[in-house]
């Protein structure tokens, strides 16, 4: 199970932390990844922390944003800097083992003036 929380209304140009905590998996084993959705398009992949710590980051986030994990907590986290309102969307952790997967609920995050 994953438990997402975090987002929130910001404005243009502020900051989020969005978090994800796992129970039930063994999750030190686990890739991490932040996806997200926004209304009408579909669900992308934002960023992805490896189980040995590497990093991947979509285009469209490389600067801005940054993943981490905590293993001692179950935590994997997504710092989000210099927001843009092309970020709103609702954003999802996923968990990944070879082909076992699982998805946490969507946290929303709004990105306005």
């Known amino acids: 199970q994953l438990q997402a929380c975090g987002g929130g209304l910001v404005q243009p140009g502020g900051s989020l932390r969005l978090s994800c905590v796992a129970s039930?998996?063994?999750?030190?084993?686990?890739?991490m990844s932040w996806y997200r959705q926004a209304p009408g398009q579909q669900r992308e992949l934002v960023a992805t922390?490896?189980?040995?710590?590497?990093?991947n980051y979509a285009d469209s986030v490389k600067g801005r944003f940054t993943i981490s994990r905590d293993n001692a907590k179950n935590a994997v986290y997504l710092q989000m800097n210099s927001l843009k309102p092309e970020d709103t969307a609702s954003y999802y952790c996923?968990?990944?083992?070879?082909?076992?997967?699982?998805w946490g609920q969507g946290t929303q995050v709004t990105v306005s003036s």
């Open positions: 996923n968990a990944k083992f070879f082909k076992s997967s699982h």
């Open positions: 039930g998996i063994n999750f030190r084993f686990y890739g």
């Open positions: 922390v490896f189980s040995g710590g590497n990093t």
